[in-house]
T-cell receptor
């Protein structure tokens, strides 16, 4: 089955700086890659997603890039703010395959230092 | 608010017991997914239902089962509970033609 590796497990950046979180996946059939933000004790919230026919997607301060050949995708957050502090999860999924659930990475705890 | 509801919010029970977790998907969504989140295993996909039928299985134990009813709400049944089953259980829903899964607030299960 699919395996998703996520790095780093903890990331501390100064407020206003950029943060980058990287993920790799194993199943070349995966074609959908969402990113979720989870605050302590709360539900995962979708912040951005990308499909395999697109190389990059941007939404204000958040962007995601996908390299299908290398089987990795990254989340970029620019001009970080204190409210960006949370755990971020990447995930991969084969849409239309036998198992339609998301396979998640282990998460990155992003800490924004004031 | 994602539009997905889950009850109860918290559940405390003893080893060997059986519990039922309930999920109501967003209006119009036909797919319901169940996930388990624990410190050691992370977020793991358990099972998916689509319009009342089981669609896909992930890392779901034989002691666990689920179903989706005609009104599209879903229940996850956990039996012969063990200490290691203590976790946050999330359900998520999506529409038939969309990849996006919206998560509910979760049920925190504590097995003593």
């Amino acid at each position: 089955g699919e395996n998703v590796e996520q790095h780093p497990s903890t990331l501390s950046v100064q407020e206003g700086d950029s943060a980058v979180i990287k993920c790799t996946y194993s199943d070349s059939a995966s074609n959908y890659f969402p990113w979720y933000k989870q605050e302590l004790g709360k539900r995962p919230q979708l912040i951005i997603d990308i499909r395999s026919n697109v190389g990059e997607k941007k939404d204000q301060r958040i962007a995601v890039t996908l390299n299908k050949t290398a089987k990795h995708f990254s989340l970029h957050i620019t001009e970080t703010q204190p409210e960006d502090s949370a755990v971020y999860f990447c995930a991969a999924r084969v849409v239309g395959g036998g198992a339609d659930g998301l396979t998640f990475g282990k998460g990155t705890h992003l800490i924004i230092q004031p | 608010d994602s539009g997905v509801t889950q009850t109860p919010k918290h559940l405390i029970t003893a080893t060997g017991q059986r519990v039922t977790l309930r999920c109501s998907p967003r209006s119009g969504d036909l797919s319901v997914y169940w996930y388990q989140q624990s410190l050691d295993q992370g977020l793991q996909f358990l099972i998916q239902y689509y319009n009342g039928e089981e669609r896909a299985k992930g890392n779901i134990l034989e002691r666990f089962s689920a179903q989706q009813f005609p009104d599209l709400h879903s229940e996850l049944n956990l039996s012969s509970l063990e200490l290691g089953d203590s976790a946050l259980y999330f359900c998520a829903s999506s529409s038939g033609g969309s990849d996006t899964q919206y998560f509910g607030p979760g049920t925190r299960l504590t097995v003593l």
